[in-house]
């Protein structure tokens, strides 16, 4: 059965088009586009009208791609944004009357339970051992421990690689000052789950999310993003260092020239790298995985499952 699902993040919507067989995932297809539906979110409360018509144009093409590759059904999510904002409600019903979508706006916890099952869905080696995934957005980041028999910890915290850009960072390139006052914040935002997660036994850490699969691809130089060279792949901390020491003396058009990275997102690129930083120091872990399967998987096999 082929099935398409959808997620409006705060900075790009994306889209998952694969057929479900035999509990599995097949001939995945993915399409991204950077559409920051949560631009200025943060600051007002409010998705401007700019952002709106930019992403029902997204949705559209998205669902007519659906439409094209015959998908069965079609899932979509909204995250970050849409829940914060006051006037997501607003966007959820002109979506419905224009492509008949119907967008489900996710909390924090659903968000974390369908990027933990994407990345099962996706892992190899031992599923019973804890991993903690760890999912950089463009409005927060998810932090979720378990195994294949369940989540045992999640927690979503508000920084995410958008949302830390637009509050800190108003110079190019970005000054120390600027770049300090926004590490404290996220330090300060995240130590409570750090603390909890200091406490428990992590036997690998995995990274999903547009901020890590962006330093895979940079740290690798591809002059392609290929899924599969970034699916499994490993960042170590002092290659994340070097990557970081890097873009943040950058100007943003010399970022926008990086093998690896989309230039939609050079501009977000410091603060999420930046993020993963501090998670990783402060848990004192020396490598990520980073995982090409995340919540949209997740979202398709959940709903294929209560289908069948």
């Known amino acids: 059965m082929r099935i398409g699902t959808i997620d409006i993040g705060t900075n790009s919507m994306r889209l998952l088009i694969g057929d479900y067989k035999n509990n599995k995932i097949e001939n995945r297809k993915k399409y991204i586009n950077t559409t920051r539906i949560g631009q200025g979110v943060d600051k007002e409360g409010y998705i401007t ?20 590759e015959e998908c ?82 999640c927690k979503s915290e508000n920084v995410g690689a958008l949302r830390m850009t637009e509050k800190f960072i108003t110079t190019d390139p970005i000054n120390d000052k600027e770049f300090e006052e926004m590490s404290e914040f996220i330090e300060e935002s995240i130590s409570k789950t750090i603390n909890i997660l200091k406490g428990r036994r992590i036997s690998k850490l995995v990274g999903i999310g547009g901020a890590i699969t962006s330093l895979s691809a940079m740290n690798q130089e591809l002059e392609v993003y290929s ?35 989309q230039p939609k997102r050079a501009d977000i690129i410091t603060a999420g790298v930046k993020i993963l930083d501090i998670i990783m120091e402060k848990l004192e872990i020396e490598k990520i995985m980073i995982s090409e399967y995340d919540n949209l998987e997740g979202l398709m096999c959940h709903n294929a499952k209560i289908m069948s």
């Open 72 to 153: 069965k059904e079609v899932y979509c999510m909204g995250t970050s944004a849409l829940r914060d904002s006051k006037n997501g409600e607003e966007f959820v019903k002109r979506a419905k009357e224009l492509t008949n979508i119907d967008v489900q706006i996710i909390n924090g916890d659903e968000e974390s339970n369908l990027g933990f099952k994407g990345v099962i869905e996706g892992t190899y080696g031992d599923k019973k051992e804890d991993i903690l995934v760890i999912d950089i957005g463009g409005g927060s980041t998810e932090f979720i421990l378990g195994n294949e028999d369940g989540i045992k910890f």
């Open 49 to 68: 009208e700019e952002a709106i018509k930019r992403n029902l144009e997204a949705l559209k093409e998205f669902s007519d791609m659906c439409k094209q």
């Open 227 to 261: 899924m599969e060279k970034v699916h499994n792949s490993e960042v170590s901390k002092k290659d994340l260092e070097e990557i970081l020491q890097k873009i943040k003396k950058m100007t943003l058009n010399d970022k926008k020239t990086i093998k690896g990275l």
